[in-house]
Nanobody, 123 residues
């Protein structure tokens, strides 16, 4: 059983910042991947940022240089610092986890999802 709880979403104007937090608990074992995905209105789910067993960070192209993923408690706590937010960042943001050493780009590869937290960026 893996439990994921997110917090920190909200509304902000373009150019502003937000920080999302996530707590992951349960039996993920030694090798696992954690991170964030998002789904905007009428869009597919896409990777925002993930980190694998070897602590390699991967960011989605649209957020590189603006978002930063940080970890604590041996990957049990994740923070996503989002800066210079744009209206196109408006989405439901999900904290995710999967067993295994790598972090695939496909959302279907992630077995564990939080309930999601809404981020709305106005122009």
């Amino acid at each position: 059983q893996v439990d994921i709880v997110e917090s920190g979403g909200g509304s902000v104007q373009a150019g502003g910042s937000l920080t999302l937090s996530c707590k992951v608990s349960g039996a993920l074992f030694i090798s696992y991947c954690v991170g964030w995905f998002r789904q905007g209105p009428g869009k597919e789910r896409e990777r925002v940022a993930t980190t694998d067993t070897y602590d390699r960070l991967t960011y989605g192209d649209s957020v590189k240089g603006r978002f930063a993923l940080s970890l604590g408690g041996g990957k049990s706590t994740l923070s996503l610092r989002m800066t210079n937010l744009k209206p196109e960042d408006t989405a439901m943001y999900y904290c995710v986890a999967r067993r295994g050493p790598q972090c695939p780009a496909a959302s279907s590869k992630y077995a564990y999802w939080g309930q999601g937290t809404q981020v709305t960026v106005s122009s």
